[in-house]
C-alpha cells in the first residue's frame, strides 16, 4: 500500500495536538520521578550517586494545580542564575505539565511580548515543551525518582 504525501500529512500530529501530547508526557514523567502532588509546598532535592542533584521547589499546591520549579542545586557561574531550570504548572485534572518558562543554560531565550504572532508562541511553547520533556527523561535515566527526594527545611521559599 502506497500511501501519498498529503495522506501521511494528515496522519501526522498537528502542532497543537503535538505541544498536548508533549505537556501529558511530562506530567506523566514528574508523576513518576518526584510524586508532587503528595508533596507539600516546600524546596526538595534529589540525589543520585555521583550526578548532580536535582532541586524541585513545589512552589503552591492547589486543587487542581500545582506551580513548580525545577533545576540543579547549583548556579551558573557567567549568569549565576540556576541552570538547567524549568518553571511548571501542573494540571492535576487534565494531566498536562505546562513549561511555563525554560532557562537551558547559556544563551537565554527571549521573553515573548503580547502582540507575538500565534504562530510564533506555538513555536517557543513547543520549543520549552520539548526541553522539558527531554529533561525529565534523563533525569529518570539517571535514578531521580520519589525515594531520591528529601526534604530541605534549611531553604526558604522566595516570596
Same mark, same amino acid.
Request: net charge positive; proline share 8%; charged share 30%.
Given at each position: 500500500m502506497h500511501l501519498e504525501t498529503r495522506e501521511i500529512i494528515k496522519l501526522l500530529p %498537528?502542532?497543537?495536538g503535538l505541544?498536548? %501530547?508533549l505537556q501529558a508526557e511530562s506530567y506523566h514523567r514528574l508523576e513518576r520521578l518526584f510524586a508532587p502532588q503528595r508533596r507539600a509546598p516546600g524546596v526538595y532535592l534529589s540525589t543520585v550517586g555521583d550526578t548532580l542533584?536535582? @532541586?524541585l521547589d513545589l512552589r503552591e499546591h492547589h486543587a487542581y494545580t500545582l506551580e513548580l520549579?525545577? *533545576?540543579y542545586a547549583f548556579n551558573d557561574p557567567d549568569t549565576g542564575r540556576r541552570a538547567p531550570e524549568a518553571q511548571i504548572r501542573m494540571y492535576t485534572d487534565a494531566h498536562l505539565a505546562e513549561a511555563l518558562h525554560c532557562h537551558p543554560g547559556? %544563551?537565554?531565550w527571549d521573553v515573548l511580548d503580547l @502582540?507575538?504572532?500565534?504562530r510564533l508562541i506555538l513555536r517557543h511553547r513547543l520549543r520549552?515543551? *520539548?526541553f522539558l520533556s527531554r529533561w525529565l527523561e534523563y533525569l529518570a535515566a539517571q %535514578?531521580?525518582?520519589p525515594h531520591t527526594l528529601r526534604a530541605q527545611h534549611d531553604f526558604a521559599l522566595p516570596a
Open positions: %498537528g502542532r497543537f505541544l498536548m %501530547g542533584d536535582v @532541586r520549579e525545577l *533545576s547559556r %544563551g537565554r @502582540r507575538a504572532p500565534p520549552m515543551a *520539548s %535514578g531521580h525518582a
